[in-house]
């Protein structure tokens, strides 16, 4: 199993996103932004939390024009899985991988608590190790995680259980409570709250842990 | 030449820096601001003879996320 985490300036996030796929049996490879392809054999691609370029211009904006993303679109495109989390998760939405947009937080502040979620399906390799209605702990930290779609790409989420996990008590403005969502084949998943830093318990918590067993177990025997 | 972008969020999304805003004008004695979007003004200098429809596509690619933003175009 391959894993390929991609830093940008400013990504801060990516070797606790490296450490969490390893101690699941994948081999990480870290790929900078101006590489124009993703290493062989990658299984998935990790896109992680920060502040790409600054956050300038908008969250993830300028990081979805790099020429690494135009590798992860290729990736998607052709089926590849692809996990995205809270910056990641803005890039995502950015390319238009994932539908949507993350705005500011409905309260303006810069907001770092450990949350509740809960997991909506398990119909996918990032959330089949929780039950249906689960209520986890993991930790958020953004300024720009609420969740906007028009109401038609909200119907079409919810119709094709698309949503991954909700807020049980929203700290955002999030419509629907939405904290992190899948693609239409659900092989690529974006999230505000970080599992990476809720999988080691040295953390204090590891409701996140779950999360990449649950991959590291789908994509062994690829 | 030279092209100005406005970039908004568009209506219905919810701006919560420009409620801040409109807050902030009522907290200091201002009655009667019913409304207040805050958006970006982006300033281009251009190469003579760039068109229109470049800046429209400089504007759908990156200037503006189309999913929760407008966008008008002054060329100048």
């Not at chain 1, 490296?18 to 101690?23: G, H, I």
């Not at chain 1, 899985?81 to 991988?97: D, K």
């Not at chain 2, 406005?6 to 999304?13: N, P, T």
Request: aromatic share 6%; proline share 4%.
């Amino acid at each position: 199993m391959r894993a390929a985490v991609v830093v940008f300036p400013g990504s801060n996030c990516d070797r606790d996103l490296a450490v969490a796929f390893q101690r699941e049996g994948f081999a990480v490879d870290m790929v900078w932004h101006k590489e124009t392809a993703l290493p062989d054999g990658v299984d998935i691609v990790g896109v992680p939390g920060g502040f790409s370029y600054g956050d300038y211009l908008r969250c993830g904006a300028i990081a979805a024009q790099s020429p690494i993303c135009q590798a992860v679109l290729a990736h998607t495109g052709r089926g590849g899985y692809a996990l995205g989390v809270c910056n990641g998760f803005q890039v995502l939405t950015e390319t238009g991988i994932l539908p949507g947009a993350l705005l500011r937080n409905a309260g303006l502040k810069y907001i770092c608590k450990t949350v509740g979620l809960r997991v909506e399906t398990t119909d996918s390799a990032f959330t089949g190790g929780y039950a249906k209605g689960q209520e986890i702990a993991i930790p958020i930290a953004h300024h720009d995680g609420n969740y906007f779609a028009d109401e038609a790409t909200l119907e079409t989420l919810r119709g094709d259980d698309r949503i991954a996990f909700t807020y049980t008590d929203n700290p955002n403005g999030s419509v629907g409570d939405i904290a992190g969502i899948l693609s239409d084949n659900r092989r690529v998943l974006g999230m505000m709250p970080h599992p990476e830093r809720a999988a080691d318990p040295g953390h204090g918590g590891t409701d996140g842990a779950a999360f990449f067993r649950a991959l590291g177990g789908l994509l062994a025997p690829a | 030449m030279k092209a100005r972008v406005h970039v908004m969020l568009k209506k219905g999304v919810l701006d919560p820096q420009g409620e801040a805003v409109r807050h902030a004008l009522g907290a200091m004695g201002f009655e009667g601001v019913e409304g207040v979007r805050q958006g970006k003004v982006i300033d281009l200098d251009l190469a003579e003879g760039t068109t229109e429809a470049q800046v429209v596509e400089m504007c759908e690619k990156l200037l503006a996320n189309t999913v929760i933003e407008s966008y008008e175009i002054e060329l100048g």
